[in-house]
């Protein structure tokens, strides 16, 4: 926790004078406090997880990548460096003997994207903002995915480990046991198209393009977090995009069509020959619902978030029969 450091995170970046400072948003690897000082209103990501020596260099490539898709016409967040030239600075807690990392970016102000209201809006804007990050430049040496991120993008629950944790959540008494089970073939099925990454038509891409790292904003769309970009395919980042933005609650037909137009006319030259470019697609929602479940299985707390959570994750899984509707559109579109 970075409570009572903000003049000191504020001395660090040369932001001057603290006027305010608070808790914006939470997540998994880091939490984002707003702080506004004389010099403008600044986001500080505070990191969950101690950086690891790959992590100067992946923020340097990020930042770079950010600015040149910014001067092309993308709104996104400014890294700010420290007084030392730095992208990240730990604050020492001598109490503690502990040392916490925090990087700086200009905020924006917008309420996050919501799917199911904002993308049929947003169809447009992603896929022509989608282009115009393969079309920039390269930063030098862009880094790979990092290897967990990897991980999540490439691999996926076995069979048995489903079975698993059926097996626990029955023993537990959950209340989605036999919904899990009534999922389990689905899920299945769905490994089916996760597989290795492809080295073909690869740029350093944003991985993460999720509607929450998405703000509507006065002005139209402004896409954040650009902490793990890397260089990876290019069809398979299409894959997911087309996926997790437009087939939550049902296929989008003519989104999907819009999607693909506009990302066509900017220059955008990923391809969906067949079902193995939703892989990144695939093995993230599979790895989703599985933390989901098990996160749910370890948590003693009864205050029925980490269950609704669960619920909500296994009301409508993605399946091969949708992934395979998205292909039917694009071919019919292209």
Same mark, same amino acid.
């Given at each position: 926790?970075?409570?009572?450091?903000?003049?000191?995170?504020?001395?660090?970046?040369?932001?001057?004078?603290?006027?305010?400072?608070?808790?914006?948003?939470?997540?998994?690897?880091?939490?984002?406090?707003?702080?506004?000082?004389?010099?403008?209103?600044?986001?500080?990501?505070?990191?969950?997880?101690?950086?690891?020596?790959?992590?100067?260099?992946?923020?340097?490539?990020?930042?770079?990548?950010?600015?040149?898709?910014?001067?092309?016409?993308?709104?996104?967040?400014?890294?700010?460096?420290? *007084? @030392? &030239?730095?992208? #990240?600075?730990?604050?020492? $807690?001598? !109490?503690?003997?502990?040392?916490?990392?925090?990087?700086?970016? =200009?905020?924006?102000?917008?309420?996050?994207?919501?799917?199911?209201?904002?993308?049929?809006?947003?169809?447009?804007?992603?896929?022509?903002?989608?282009?115009?990050?393969?079309?920039?430049?390269?930063?030098?040496?862009?880094?790979?995915?990092?290897?967990?991120?990897?991980?999540?993008?490439?691999?996926?629950?076995?069979?048995?480990?489903?079975?698993?944790?059926?097996?626990?959540?029955?023993?537990?008494?959950?209340?989605?046991?036999?919904?899990?089970?009534?999922?389990?073939?689905?899920?299945?099925?769905?490994?089916?198209?996760?597989?290795?990454?492809?080295?073909?038509?690869?740029?350093?891409?944003?991985?993460?393009?999720?509607?929450?790292?998405?703000?509507?904003? *006065? @002005? &139209?769309?402004? #896409?954040?977090?650009?902490? $793990?970009? !890397?260089?990876?395919?290019?069809?398979?980042?299409?894959?997911? =995009?087309?996926?997790?933005w437009l087939t939550?609650?049902?296929?989008?037909?003519?989104?999907?069509t819009r999607f693909?137009?506009?990302?066509?006319?900017?220059?955008?030259?990923?391809?969906?020959?067949?079902?193995?470019?939703?892989?990144?697609?695939?093995?993230?929602?599979?790895?989703?619902?599985?933390?989901?479940?098990?996160?749910?299985?370890?948590?003693?707390?009864?205050?029925?978030?980490?269950?609704?959570?669960?619920?909500?994750?296994?009301?409508?899984?993605?399946?091969?029969?949708?992934?395979?509707?998205?292909?039917?559109?694009?071919?019919?579109?292209?």
């Amino acid at each position: 926790m970075i409570v009572g450091q903000a003049q000191v995170v504020a001395d660090a970046f040369a932001l001057g004078q603290v006027r305010a400072f608070g808790h914006a948003a939470d997540g998994p690897m880091s939490r984002i406090w707003r702080l506004d000082a004389t010099s403008g209103c600044y986001a500080v990501k505070e990191f969950r997880i101690a950086p690891d020596d790959e992590t100067p260099t992946r923020l340097e490539a990020s930042a770079l990548l950010a600015d040149a898709v910014r001067r092309a016409g993308v709104r996104t967040p400014r890294s700010v460096r420290s *007084s @030392t &030239g730095s992208l #990240l600075h730990g604050l020492h $807690d001598h !109490a503690a003997a502990d040392v916490t990392y925090v990087s700086v970016a =200009t905020w924006i102000d917008g309420r996050t994207c919501e799917v199911r209201r904002d993308a049929e809006t947003a169809a447009a804007w992603l896929g022509e903002t989608l282009a115009a990050i393969e079309l920039v430049p390269d930063p030098p040496n862009p880094p790979p995915l990092d290897p967990w991120l990897a991980g999540w993008l490439t691999e996926s629950p076995t069979e048995a480990q489903w079975c698993a944790v059926l097996d626990q959540a029955y023993r537990a008494g959950r209340p989605w046991a036999e919904v899990l089970e009534s999922r389990i073939p689905r899920l299945a099925n769905l490994t089916a198209v996760v597989g290795s990454p492809s080295n073909d038509r690869q740029s350093m891409l944003h991985t993460d393009l999720q509607p929450k790292n998405v703000l509507v904003t *006065s @002005t &139209g769309f402004a #896409l954040l977090d650009w902490d $793990d970009a !890397a260089l990876c395919s290019r069809d398979l980042i299409l894959g997911r =995009t087309l996926v997790e933005w437009l087939t939550p609650d049902g296929v989008h037909t003519d989104a999907i069509t819009r999607f693909l137009r506009s990302y066509r006319a900017r220059g955008g030259s990923g391809a969906i020959a067949d079902l193995s470019h939703f892989g990144y697609a695939a093995a993230a929602h599979l790895n989703h619902v599985h933390e989901a479940v098990t996160s749910d299985l370890a948590d003693d707390h009864d205050d029925g978030n980490s269950a609704w959570l669960v619920t909500a994750a296994l009301t409508n899984p993605l399946d091969l029969s949708t992934l395979e509707h998205v292909l039917d559109i694009l071919r019919t579109a292209e």
